[in-house]
């Protein structure tokens, strides 16, 4: 009787130990709390739509057939819209931009002047990162011209062409400053004034700055 009694005591402290040793085990092996990472905040790049307005530095110069050449430096603006896609660091949009360039000179008795212009551009660029954006465009261009001359004045719409190159700086991740130089050529037009019809030609070198905002 004394062995049975003695043999079941030692079965139940067995089980007592088994048991506080998979309690232990239990604790140990508590599992760690995850790890958090910070997310790094999403670059946006030059992908997208984006608007935005230039104050302008012009110098332009008028030739005819009969008519004396006028040179002339004048201050304007512009409003620009455009949409690019990115491709590894090349970019590439179209953009087009309305402004007003108050260009007015005389020479000899002959008074060139131009007012509202405007351009569709294509643009092809190079981002070396994120910031920055350094581009070449070239498209048509179009410009409101007068020509006076012997008490004679005739107004025509000159279409050409216009060609430059620039860099687009971000700000912050949505507004971007932009620095840019343009040649334009508006080719021959004819104008209607003095003894006849004259063929007038005039080119512009414009120097820009201004800001644009990214959708």
Request: glycine share 16%; charged share 20%.
């Amino acid at each position: 009787m004394k062995k049975i009694v003695f043999s079941a005591l030692s079965g139940v402290s067995l089980l007592a130990a088994a048991g506080v040793a998979q309690a232990a085990d239990a604790i140990d092996q508590i599992p760690e709390a995850p790890v958090v990472t910070a997310q790094p905040a999403p670059v946006l790049g030059w992908d997208g739509g984006y608007v935005g307005a230039m104050g302008n530095y012009n110098h332009s110069n008028a030739d005819g057939d009969d008519l004396p050449g006028v040179d002339t430096d004048t201050f304007g603006g512009a409003a620009f819209a455009g949409y690019q896609r990115q491709n590894g660091n090349i970019v590439y949009g179209a953009e087009a931009d309305i402004g007003y360039n108050a260009v007015n000179g005389d020479e000899d008795g002959v008074d060139v002047e131009t007012g509202v212009d405007g351009s569709l551009r294509a643009r092809l660029g190079y981002a070396p990162n994120d910031r920055v954006l350094v581009y070449g465009t070239g498209g048509v261009a179009a410009a409101d011209a007068e020509v006076s001359a012997a008490g004679d004045s005739d107004s025509q719409t000159m279409i050409g062409y216009t060609v430059g190159a620039g860099a687009d700086v971000k700000v912050t991740e949505q507004i971007f400053a932009r620095g840019e130089y343009r040649y334009t050529d508006y080719m021959d037009e004819s104008f209607d004034v003095g003894a006849g019809d004259q063929d007038v030609e005039i080119d512009n070198h414009r120097v820009g700055a201004g800001i644009g905002f990214k959708f």
